[in-house]
């Protein structure tokens, strides 16, 4: 048990900015706390949640609801998921090799895909949440906070790590029995919405279609193409539960 709970407090350190104690020796491996990632969503998303409440209770429209809890995600996790999507927009689409991408998304600098697809992500994200704003879907915003955070152990299991440094190169160990129980951790609130079957096998397609295109350009994941996955699962969901409310 005190193994698992180290597991979890890792998960936490790691994916966000919220206080959760000192590890102690012996600190768990990446890829053993991997199935703790969704519980790592919990805390992102009933922060945001309490902020979109806040907000409605002060009588502000339900896009500056929306784009309040937005805010509230980026600074609890320390904008981390953006962070590696920035990036890997910036190499996927700006190196025409290999070792070329990985060397532009190894520099902190941000270029003109990666702006533009921060854009994108942000603009399609807030869009979803002014949505659930506005139907009081507040139990939706923590689920998919917790679902999209399945992204990035599913990715570590699917891909092998492209260089051997890196956030990436520490999930190796990823193995079935972790992402099955971090699908069932992450999975489990989305199914109690009335979409949440669909808006999942979207973000599954969604995340599966970047795992072949990480494939393609660099053989395998990093930690900005494991970021990138819990991005582009969250804002799948969010659209989708916004589509069809």
Known sequence: MRQRLAEMQLAVILLTRVP???????????????????????????????VMVAALALGLSPPVAGGLALAAQVITTGA?????????????????????????????????YGAVGLILSLGL??????????LE??????????????????????????????????????GTAS??????LGGLPMLLLPQGWTALGVAAFAVATLA?????KLRGQTGDVLGAGQQVAEAAMLLTLGAHA
């Open 212 to 216: 072949v295109i990480a494939w393609r």
């Open 20 to 50: 959760f104690g000192r590890l102690r020796d012996p600190v768990p491996r990446l890829d053993a706390a991997a199935w703790a990632f969704p519980l790592a969503g919990l805390p992102v998303g009933l922060i945001a949640a309490g």
């Open 179 to 184: 992402v099955i129980l971090a699908a069932l």
């Open 137 to 174: 879907a507040i139990g939706a915003l923590i689920a998919v906070a917790m679902a999209s955070r399945v992204a990035p152990a599913a990715l570590m299991a699917w891909l092998p790590a492209a260089r051997p440094d890196g956030l990436g190169a520490q999930g190796k160990g990823v």
């Open 80 to 112: 981390l998921h953006e962070d590696g999507f920035a990036d890997l927009c910036d190499g996927f689409w700006g190196g025409t090799t290999r070792e070329r991408r990985l060397e532009i998304m190894r520099d902190s600098r941000i270029g003109s």
């Open 125 to 134: 994200r807030w869009l979803g949440l002014a949505t659930l704003a506005e």
